[in-house]
């Protein structure tokens, strides 16, 4: 029997929507600080103290305060809404890993990229990758940092070679609302491509 309060005690059962997503990026660019920022546990990490070894591979160049690396994966979790909660996993950005960004994406309903357009270049590789994987729909989010000079979307756009669905969103990865809003804009996209495939189809 279902007694008066229940709604008091239960959640409705439309709250477990555990959504996967996953955010990759170039070394250094801001992923690990990101799911810091938004997550509501207190994040998973794997964080490394950096070595002699990466010196000359990953540049810090702008990251004065960047003393280690992920070396597995970051995860986090927030709360959307009543209905959607986003499990967040990091991927690591020195190269020698990026052959685990495979297994981080397993069962991901999106892709946020997040680049740090000081050192564009650097984030060339990993759309690449993103588009090997042809169909996990993924968005750009540009990390604002302080000396980050600022391109208009198209400028953006064409120096990422990005298609024009693809959406572009800039946030401060430190920011708890920024980092957010990028991530809804994730999930909206994902959305949005899900339903249109599906009449498609
Ligand atoms: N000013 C500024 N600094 C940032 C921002 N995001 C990250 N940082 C700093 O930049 C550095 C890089 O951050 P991480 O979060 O470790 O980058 P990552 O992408 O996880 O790095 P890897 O896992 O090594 O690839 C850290 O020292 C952060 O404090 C930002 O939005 N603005
Ligand atoms: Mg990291």
């Given at each position: ?25 170039a ?25 002699e ?25 927030i ?76 400028e ?17 990865a ?28």
């Amino acid at each position: 029997m279902v007694s008066a309060n229940s709604a008091d005690r239960y959640l409705p059962h439309t709250v477990q929507q555990p959504v996967k997503i996953l955010i990759v990026g170039a070394f250094g660019v801001g992923k690990t600080t990101l799911v810091g920022s938004v997550s509501e546990i207190r994040p998973l990490r794997t964080e490394e103290t950096m070595t002699e070894a990466g010196a000359g591979v990953d540049s810090l160049a702008g990251l004065p305060e960047k003393r280690t690396t992920t070396v597995a994966m970051d995860f986090g979790r927030i709360t959307l809404n009543e209905r959607l909660v986003l499990y967040l996993f990091g991927a690591p950005g020195q190269r020698r890993f990026w052959n685990l960004w495979e297994g981080l994406a397993e069962g991901a309903v999106g892709v946020l990229v997040l680049v740090d357009t000081r050192r564009l270049e650097d984030s060339f590789e990993v759309l690449d990758q993103l588009e090997l994987r042809g169909d996990t729909p993924f968005i750009v989010a540009v990390n604002r940092f302080p000396d980050t000079q600022h391109y208009s979307e198209q400028e953006l756009r064409q120096a990422m070679d990005l298609l024009p669905e693809t959406p572009i969103v800039e946030c401060d990865a430190r920011d708890r609302t920024e980092a957010m809003d990028a991530l809804i804009a994730l999930v909206q996209h994902a959305t949005e491509l899900s339903r249109a495939r599906k009449v498609a189809s």
